[in-house]
């Protein structure tokens, strides 16, 4: 089977027309050279009004990434102080904007009854996570490491694909995980300059800032595509068995939430979230 190919769903096209921006976002997820995955070029302007193609399975890996099947153990705040450990964690932010672009491009082939200014959108912010990409990835070149001297997990992959509808990708992505990293940012940024790496915490400060846009696409969007925005139905659209305490850190970053367009209820009632 061909790597760019959609699979596990025999329903799905194996293909779609070339010069469509679904056959570019094809060819970005079934990608494995890591320069694509850097630099994948703009696509053409031309969307398909076909079928949905759902990717399955995971998405193409270059050969300088060691995928594991567990998550690496997140490095400490006190073993910041070695610059191998703050390569670490930058390298993780980094594959975890890889994971999104990817997302991206995933959510434009399977939903293609959205309007097609939504889906452009989508392909917008793929290229700001490319643009997260490379900043993290001058760090790590700063810091003496590159791309590849740490194992990664696909963690996004193992979970966004499960989403069936628009707003269960928008639930999941944007104002989950994206929400979630506008509280676990500026703490990161913290941990950073308390060890005296100021370049480290104005690169993290600045992702947190730009992806405000990327909560504020979805917060916008929710309500153009089908209901009003609240912590309830908010919650009720999670592909299970994730909860909102996945989504949250503490503290809750509020004047960032409301600023990217959440209302004080809904980021009152994430703060005050228990499990049942």
Wanted: proline share 10%; with cysteine; glycine share 8%.
């Amino acid at each position: 089977m061909n790597a760019m190919e959609p699979q596990g769903n025999p329903q799905a096209p194996l293909g779609a027309p070339p010069g469509s921006v679904e056959a570019w976002a094809l060819a970005y997820i079934g990608s494995t050279c890591l320069d694509h995955k850097r630099r994948p070029g703009r696509p053409g302007p031309a969307f398909e009004s076909g079928p949905a193609r759902r990717w399955q399975g995971p998405p193409g890996r270059p050969a300088e990434l060691e995928v594991l099947s567990r998550s690496p153990k997140t490095p400490r705040p006190g073993s910041l102080e070695r610059p191998e450990q703050r390569a670490r964690l930058l390298h993780t932010f980094w594959h975890h904007e890889l994971q999104a672009a990817e997302l991206f491009a995933w959510a434009v082939l399977a939903f293609p009854g959205t309007p097609e200014d939504f889906r452009a959108g989508l392909v917008e912010i793929l290229f700001e996570e490319l643009a997260h990409m490379a900043l993290y990835e001058r760090e790590l070149d700063r810091l003496g490491f590159r791309v590849g001297d740490f194992p990664v997990r696909d963690w996004f992959w193992e979970r966004v694909p499960t989403a069936a509808t628009p707003q269960a990708f928008l639930a999941l992505v944007g104002l989950g995980l994206e929400a979630a990293n506008l509280d676990h940012g500026e703490l990161w940024a913290e941990r950073f300059e308390a060890v005296g790496d100021a370049r480290a915490a104005e690169v993290q400060r600045r992702v947190v800032r730009e992806e405000e846009r990327h909560v504020a696409f979805a917060t916008r969007w929710w309500p153009r595509l089908g209901e009003e925005l609240d912590f309830a139905s908010w919650s009720a659209a999670l592909p299970a068995p994730l909860s909102p305490l996945l989504f949250r850190g503490k503290p809750v970053a509020r004047e960032a939430r409301l600023r990217a367009g959440f209302d004080a209820d809904f980021v009152e009632a994430l703060a005050a979230w228990r499990p049942v």
